[in-house]
C-alpha cells in the first residue's frame, strides 16, 4: 500500500467537469497532489513529460483530439491511467478489454474513490502492456486480431480473440480456455464477458459456457446438442439457446 503524495494529472477539456474532479479528489484526503491540468491532448503531453505525475485522469475525447493518441506518444508510459467518458459503448469497451479503469461522467465521488483505492492497492507492472493492448485494439478494424487482458491472481495474460476457445463460468469467476492449453482464471462473471464479447463471434450456449464460434470443429445434433470445440472438448448447448446458437453459426 502506497503511503507517499500521489502526484496526480487530470486532463479534461470540460472545465466544470475538472473542477468538480479536483475538489473531489482534494476533499478524499488520501495524500493526493494535483501536480496539473490540462484541457488538450498537446497541452496535456507537455504537462505529463514536465509532472512526471503517478496517476492521470483522463478525457477519453478532447477538443484538439482522443486520448488514445495521446497515449502513444509515450513509448514507455510510468503513469496509470484512470479514463473519463461519456456513455461511449466503443470506447468503454475498448478500455474494458484492457483491463483498465474508467469513470463515467457525472462523476460520481464513490466510483472516484474506488477508482483511487484500486490505485493504491494494484501496483501489478503491467501499464504499459495494458496501454498497449488499448491502443492495438482501437487501431485494428480486425475483430479476430483484438487483444483483451485477463488479470489473474497471478499475472496479466494478454490474449487475441482468435486464441480463445471457450470461457467457463462458475459464481463470480469466468475461465478462458486458449488454443495453446493454457487456462486463465479471472474474477469476472460470465455475463460480464457475455456483454463484453457477443458482437466478437462469442455466443453464450448455457448457463455456465460462452464459446467462440470460429473454434468449433463440429455440431452433434441432440436435444440441444453439443458443440465439439477444436481442443476436442465438448460444450452442451442448452435447448433454449439452440436455435439463435445455429443461426449464429452459420453467420460465424
Do not use: C
Not at 36 to 42: F, L, P
Not at 93 to 112: C, G, N, V
Amino acid at each position: 500500500m502506497q503511503t507517499d503524495n500521489i502526484r496526480v494529472v487530470i486532463v479534461e477539456d470540460q472545465l466544470s467537469t475538472r473542477e468538480s474532479l479536483k475538489y473531489m479528489l482534494e476533499d478524499m484526503g488520501k495524500h493526493i497532489e494535483i501536480v496539473g491540468e490540462a484541457g488538450s491532448v498537446a497541452r496535456a503531453y507537455e504537462l505529463i513529460v514536465k509532472t512526471e505525475p503517478q496517476l492521470v485522469f483522463l478525457d477519453v475525447e478532447l477538443t484538439d483530439d482522443n486520448s488514445f493518441s495521446l497515449l502513444e506518444k509515450f513509448e514507455k508510459p510510468a503513469f496509470n491511467t484512470v479514463f473519463i467518458t461519456a456513455h461511449d459503448e466503443y470506447a468503454i469497451r475498448a478500455i474494458k478489454f484492457s483491463a483498465l479503469d474508467y469513470l463515467l461522467k457525472p462523476i460520481d465521488p464513490t466510483d472516484l474513490e474506488g477508482a483511487v483505492n484500486r490505485y493504491l492497492e494494484k501496483t501489478d507492472g503491467y501499464t504499459k502492456k495494458r496501454l498497449e493492448v488499448l491502443i492495438h485494439n482501437t487501431n485494428t478494424d480486425n475483430k479476430t486480431n483484438q487483444k483483451i487482458a485477463l488479470p489473474s491472481a497471478r499475472e496479466i495474460y494478454f490474449a487475441t480473440l482468435s486464441e480463445i476457445i471457450k470461457l467457463e463460468g462458475e459464481k463470480n469467476y469466468t475461465t478462458f480456455y486458449l488454443n495453446n492449453g493454457k487456462k486463465v482464471t479471472v474474477s469476472r462473471t460470465l455475463k460480464e464477458y457475455e456483454e463484453l464479447l457477443e458482437d466478437f463471434g462469442f455466443f453464450r450456449v448455457h448457463q455456465s459456457h460462452i464459446v467462440n464460434l470460429s473454434r468449433i470443429s463440429k455440431y452433434l445434433k441432440g436435444k440441444g446438442g453439443y458443440a465439439v470445440m477444436d481442443d476436442g472438448s465438448k460444450v452442451e448447448i442448452s435447448v433454449r439457446r439452440r436455435d439463435d446458437f445455429l443461426r449464429n453459426l452459420q453467420i460465424g
